[in-house]
């Protein structure tokens, strides 16, 4: 089983910046695709970024150039480095967990809160 854990979430001015972490548990960490996602209020769940155990990386069209997706393996960790943040970026942030050749998502965190003031 992996274990997620995200932090790093905290009240922010727009323009501003902020880094999320995924600490995750298990030694299958480095195989894993980790992925981003977030839910406003109201709003479905949304795909934010993702990154592969080659370490290729995807983003959705609204952070392109403003976040970006990182991994240490040693770590055991993912982080989400989002600079020039906007109100409409507010939402719970999860991180997610994909094995090898499966198609979902199969372990989720529990989420940390993004809050962007305008």
């Known amino acids: 089983q992996v274990q997620l854990v995200e932090s790093g979430g905290g009240l922010v001015q727009a323009g501003g910046s902020l880094r999320l972490v995924c600490a995750a548990s298990?030694?299958?960490?480095?195989?894993?695709?980790v992925g981003w996602f977030r839910q406003a209020p109201g709003k479905e769940r949304e795909f934010v970024a993702r990154?592969?155990?080659?370490?290729?990386?995807s983003y959705v069209d609204f952070v392109k150039g403003r976040f970006t997706i990182s991994r240490d393996n040693a770590r055991n960790t993912v982080y989400l480095q989002m600079n020039s943040l906007k109100p409409e970026d507010t939402a719970v942030y999860y991180c997610?967990?994909?094995?090898?050749?499966?198609?979902?998502?199969?372990?989720w965190g529990q989420g940390t809160q993004v809050t962007v003031s305008s």
């Open positions: 997610a967990a994909q094995r090898f050749g499966e198609t979902n998502y199969d372990y």
């Open positions: 990154i592969n155990c080659g370490d290729a990386t």
């Open positions: 298990g030694r299958t960490f480095s195989s894993l695709t």
